[in-house]
């Protein structure tokens, strides 16, 4: 039977980890997690289902990148499909932990960080200003990324 497993931590409990444990070791033991969770069930695929769940228990897709104890997560909701930002992390400390919170708060009522210049928008007023999981502000799109984006279409 074929199932898509995930693992997900709560973001209070993942502020806790890196700042008791560093960004290093918090980022390496999710990973093997969630390769026994993988295998558990037999899944087949590469893509990696680490998610962190906000306090109602929304959960949103993240990928760590870590480089000699200094770091960024990036978050994009739980389909992966609207990209919400990246946060930075020394190793001992989650530098922009309260501003995730904040994105992840904003996206249950659906506002989305412009992914240019962060400006929170609504989400269901975007339009077509996307590109890739990216979604931008009117002013960034008119400003460029309306053009970047058609140079990517029109290939
Ligand atoms: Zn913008």
């Known amino acids: 039977m074929n199932v898509t497993p995930k693992i997900a931590i709560d973001s209070r409990a993942l502020k806790r980890e890196i700042d008791n444990r560093g960004v290093t070791a918090v980022a390496k ?17 590469d893509n990696c289902e680490i998610k962190v769940s906000n306090i109602f228990g929304e959960c949103f897709a993240v990928q760590f990148h870590v480089e000699n104890g200094e770091g960024s997560v990036s978050m994009w909701n739980e389909n992966g499909q609207v990209s919400l ?11 922009d932990y309260a501003r995730m919170v904040e994105i992840m708060e904003n996206w249950t009522r659906g506002i989305v960080p412009c992914s240019k210049c ?20 009117e002013e960034c799109w008119e400003n460029g990324m309306r ?9």
Request: proline content about 2%; overall charge positive; some cysteine.
């Open 118 to 137: 962060g400006r929170p928008f609504k989400y269901h007023e975007r339009e077509n200003r996307t590109m890739f999981a990216g979604v931008f502000c």
């Open 29 to 45: 033991d999710l990973k093997t997690l969630w390769y026994k969770t993988k295998d558990a069930v037999n899944y087949k695929w």
């Open 147 to 155: 053009k970047e984006a058609g140079s990517w279409t029109n290939d």
């Open 85 to 95: 930002d990246s946060y930075k992390i020394r190793n001992d400390k989650f530098l």
